[in-house]
C-alpha cells in the first residue's frame, strides 16, 4: 500500500506543479495507483501511441497489469451562431484479466480549468421541450456521427455517478463529451485552427487512474 499511495502523491505533485498558476488542480489525491501518459511510470505501466490505420489521427495507449485503455480525442465548434468548442473522448478499455472491471470518468481539465460532462443523449425524441433544452444529442455532433468517436456508450453529466463494468476476456468503450470552459480558446494560423493549452482526460478503472494529455495543437478537428 505504501507504494501505491507514493505514486499516487507523486502523480499529484506533478498535477499541482502544472496548475499552479491557476490553484485549480483537477485529480483529487487518494490511496490508489495514477498512470499518465507519457510519463515515467512505476509498477511496469506503458505508454505508447499508434496511427489509426484509417484516419491516419494518432491514439493513445496505456497498458498495466493486463489492463490496456486505448484514447482519442477529437473538438469541434458547436454552431455557426454560438461561441466555443466541444471537446470529445472516446476511450476504449481492454480487459485481459480475470476479473471483471469497474469504470467510471476520472476528471477533465482543459488549461487548468474544470471541465464538467455535458447532459448527452442519443436522441432527444421523445423528451420533453423542456428536457430538450437542457441535454445535447450525440447524433447531431459531426465528431460521432461522421464516425471519427463511438457513441457505443458515454459518460454524461445528469449522471454523475455512471459506472460501466468490463468482463474478463472483454473490452467497452465509453466516450465523453465536453465543453471548452474558456471564452478564447482558440488559435488559428495557416495550419488550422486547435485549442490552446493542456487538456488533460482520466478515466478510473477500479481504483487505478489512467490519465491522457493532449496538448490541444494536437487535437483532431472531426467537425464539418
Known sequence: MGRIVAVALAVLECIVF????????????????????GEENRFDASSSSALDPVTGNTIYRLRHAGIEVISRMGFERISLGQAGELLNFTTTIVNNTESTLSLRHGGTSVAGHMAQPLSVVLTNKGLSKRKRKEVWELTKMHCFSGGFLSSQNFFSGNSSSQVFTVAPDSAVTVSLVTKDPRNYSMRCSIEGCYPTGTIRFAVTVDATDFVFVWPGRSAVYCGK
Open 18 to 37: 502544472t496548475f499552479a498558476q491557476s490553484e485549480l488542480p483537477t485529480f483529487k489525491a487518494r490511496a490508489a495507483s495514477a498512470f499518465v501518459w
